[in-house]
């Protein structure tokens, strides 16, 4: 009898550890892009990075496969609509960018629509354009934004901690990149409450 009543205890304990961990999960599907582009959406594709900053292929050696974002004549995004069944009111998004070394983002003023500065945090009610390198944008009845600017070569990571959100069932996590030239890549990217 005792070994059956410890062994319902541990078994209790061992499924109220799964559970408590599950709820800690990333958000995002496909962030390690092992399925190629599957689960994104938007001005992105799948590709293979080099520890040298040089796109490689798939079966390469040392190869990191990748989000690659290819800056042009108007701002782009890659996203993923989720689903937050817990609501929360809290939400931890979290990426690292590589900026190609001909990454230069466009220094036409009608290109943007807010000053806000790097590293900042905002809440808005409606898309903004910022003049910055790279942003966080998430929400859907209201918009949270973390802002970066990169340097061209190396990795940086974005990490955005974002409270008192609206307690929405959708949401969609975007990356977004403005007019310019160059490339951006993107790995382990996360979303969570």
Known sequence: MKTLIRSLLITSLLVGMTVISLRADNYLKNADMKEGFAGWHGDANAAFLKPDGTEGADGDADVTPVIKMS?????????QDIETRDKPITMHVKVEVFASSDFKRSSHADDYN??????SIWYWSAIALPNIDFWIRGGSTGYFY???????????????????L??????????????????IYLKNPVAEP
């Open 114 to 119: 807010t000053t806000w500065k790097p590293g």
């Open 146 to 164: 973390k802002l970066m600017n990169l340097k061209p070569g190396a990795w940086t990571t974005v990490d955005g901690r974002f409270e008192n």
């Open 166 to 183: 609206p307690q929405d069932l959708d949401r969609s996590i975007d990356f977004c990149i403005p007019a310019g030239k160059g490339a």
């Open 71 to 79: 800056l042009g004549g108007e701002s782009r995004s890659v996203y």
